[in-house]
């Protein structure tokens, strides 16, 4: 049986990775403590479901969990697998996504098919990486789900529209103007009928990606009216406000201003 190319390189990062350990002493990515890619310590504050609560929720933000928090040894263990080239890192790190998936899916009514949509890098950060480092996540996420029994699978529904800018160094608002309308359902998809949608993606800082890619799904796409889902591996936890507002607290399905004039297509209709 012939394997899907993206597979096939993210099995051949992995066994580099491997073959490396033989020559070049590996260090935990978390901590730098010789021995295994993520120590147990570090490892374990990725076993902590918890809900991903931006300081300002944008309007729209999915139900979002995270495994951990994107602090302390968490943070250069996921810039790590990023950025730096640590693919052997997608074991620990999908292991934990699968985690996510599973505490945010357990609140929704059994038996639908669970279907993990990575949010699609920008062509650039690809070129720049080498590599699709969230399709990575996504199919070690979905192999893990699979052998726990959960009907699993992955669907890249989504794709990049237009040009954004890099959002490093902008603010919470800045970031949401700037990455507004940039996603897109994509509608060659097969039938999703019944199906339960969580966006998947490696952090949640903002919220701002999470928010335009739901926008993205919502606009194209509704199974059976549920609602879209989303599981990360960490988020940047939430520094404490002297004035909330309601505003910052209220989640809603899909923003209005980003939908298409089209009427949405119903998925049951899909053949």
């Given amino acids: ?63 979002t969990v995270a495994a951990g928090s994107y ?13 730096q080239g640590r693919a052997e ?15 945010v899916v357990s609140a929704a009514p059994a038996g639908r098919p669970v279907l993990l949509v ?10 720049t990486r080498g590599r699709d480092h969230v399709g990575e996540l ?4 979905v192999a893990e789900l699979r052998a726990a029994g959960l009907a699993a699978g992955e669907a890249r529904l989504l794709r990049r529209r237009g040009r954004v800018r890099d959002s490093a160094g902008l603010s919470a608002a800045a970031r949401r103007a700037n990455l507004a309308g940039s996603f897109e359902f994509d509608p060659t998809v097969a039938s999703l009928r019944g199906a339960l949608l969580v966006l998947v993606d490696d952090v949640v800082t903002s919220g701002a990606t999470l928010t335009e890619a739901a ?13 879209v889902l989303a599981a990360v591996v960490a988020a940047t936890p939430r520094r ?15 923003r209005h201003e980003n939908v298409r004039e089209s009427p949405p297509v ?3 209709d899909r053949g």
């Fill in 1 to 63: 049986m012939a394997v899907p190319v993206g597979q096939a390189d993210g099995v051949a990062r992995e066994l580099i990775g491997a073959l490396a350990d033989l020559v070049l002493p590996r260090t935990c990515a978390g901590c730098g403590v010789p021995g295994r890619t993520l120590c147990p310590g570090c490892a374990a504050l990725l076993t902590v479901p918890r809900l991903a609560t931006p300081r300002r929720f944008p309007w729209g933000f999915p139900p």
């Fill in 71 to 83: 602090s302390g040894p968490v943070r250069p263990a996921v810039n790590a697998f990023k950025e």
């Fill in 89 to 103: 890192l997608a074991r620990p790190l999908g292991t934990a996504l699968a985690l996510a998936v599973a505490a």
């Fill in 118 to 127: 990575p949010v699609p890098s920008s062509a650039a950060a690809v070129r």
């Fill in 138 to 141: 996504t199919r070690r996420a």
């Fill in 215 to 227: 926008a993205g799904l919502s606009s194209g796409c509704r199974t059976d009216d549920a609602p």
């Fill in 240 to 254: 404490p406000s002297a004035d909330p507002s309601r505003g910052d607290l209220r989640v809603v399905r899909k």
């Fill in 266 to 268: 119903d998925c049951r």
